[in-house]
């Protein structure tokens, strides 16, 4: 295992303001001691693998297109070259430590990944989620003065790898010895079905007749298991897969409109702002000026 890090400090309180910072962006911006009170939108490191740590507040996650509850003593683990960013719109006092780590090699996994594909990305860290945030808090204090510094803060995030590469090895130990119920295995088999088509025009009773699960079943357990309606969690995915869109192409948003199912641009339009803070077209020029 081997590592060159850095470290961040960002909060979100208020509705989002109308601009999108990079993860570098962040890091200058609060080690000037500015505390601005903003969200970031959505942004993808290449070479940089993150962990985010909740110490106050609630809210919700999205990771590779796919939404997480949070809340405080979570842990969120963001592999290199994924797509993520907070739900400004769930948030409630969210308040978090981020720390970026490059040149990450672990065995049996790909460079700069800590988590596995398919692992759900957020950790609860249970009794020592105290102690663990004192860590973050620490790095974060420290690394204000990196010239000096910057070993011990590599160091301190080196053991903050270990000590959640463990967490991740127990729950993988624990949830393999734990029998799948069978409601969980149709929530299982509902989502698969939801990643496949979120691009096509669904409603949930052609869902419930394509898999054969009663509609009020099928929204119930679904909810039950990850936390949101099913069709809410076709428009999150359909949500984050615009935002991907708009970072990564030159694809007129009107099309973009058409390939992920939504019945109009203004459709589009209503459900982007209220998920992402901003409409598709400020927030893919707010990415283009972030560059220039």
């Keep these: ?49 993150r962990i985010v740590f909740v110490y106050q507040g609630e809210g919700q ?14 842990i969120v683990i963001i592999n290199a070259g994924l797509l993520h960013s907070k739900s400004c719109a769930f948030a409630k006092n969210l308040r978090s430590y981020s720390v970026g780590i490059c040149d990450l090699a672990l065995s049996g996994l790909p460079d700069n990944c800590l988590c596995a594909k398919g692992e759900p990305p957020v950790v609860s860290c249970g009794l020592i989620s105290d102690q663990i ?7 974060y204090l420290l690394h ?7 070993d011990i803060c590599d160091c301190m995030a080196l053991s903050l790898i270990l000590l ?7 729950r993988s130990q624990n949830e393999s010895k ?20 979120y691009r096509e025009s669904l409603t949930l009773s052609a869902i419930a007749r394509e ?32 935002q991907s869109l708009l970072m990564d192409t030159s694809i007129p948003i ?17 459900m982007f702002s209220k998920y992402v803070g901003l409409p598709p077209g400020k927030y893919r020029q707010s990415l283009r000026n972030m560059e220039e």
């Design 144 to 150: 204000s003065d990196k010239k000096h510094l910057s």
């Design 61 to 74: 996650y999205m990771v590779d297109g796919q939404y997480y509850n949070i809340r405080k003593g979570d």
């Design 254 to 270: 009107g099309d973009i409109a058409d390939m992920l199912g939504f019945s109009s641009i203004s459709h589009l339009n209503t």
């Design 1 to 49: 295992m081997s590592g060159r890090f850095y470290a961040s400090v960002k909060f979100s309180e208020k509705p989002p303001a109308r601009r999108v910072y990079s993860p570098m962006h962040q890091q200058s911006l609060y080690q000037r001691g500015t505390q601005q009170q903003t969200c970031v939108f959505a942004s993808r490191a290449q070479e940089l693998s």
């Design 164 to 170: 959640i590469y463990e967490m991740l090895n127990s």
């Design 133 to 139: 945030g004192e860590m973050f808090r620490l790095i």
């Design 178 to 197: 734990k029998p799948r119920s069978s409601a969980s295995a149709t929530a299982d088999r509902i989502r698969n079905y939801l990643d496949e088509h």
């Design 211 to 242: 898999l054969n699960v009663n509609e009020y079943y099928l929204s119930h357990i679904f909810k039950d298991e990850f936390g949101i309606p099913p069709m809410q969690y076709v428009m999150r995915r359909r949500i984050g897969e615009a």
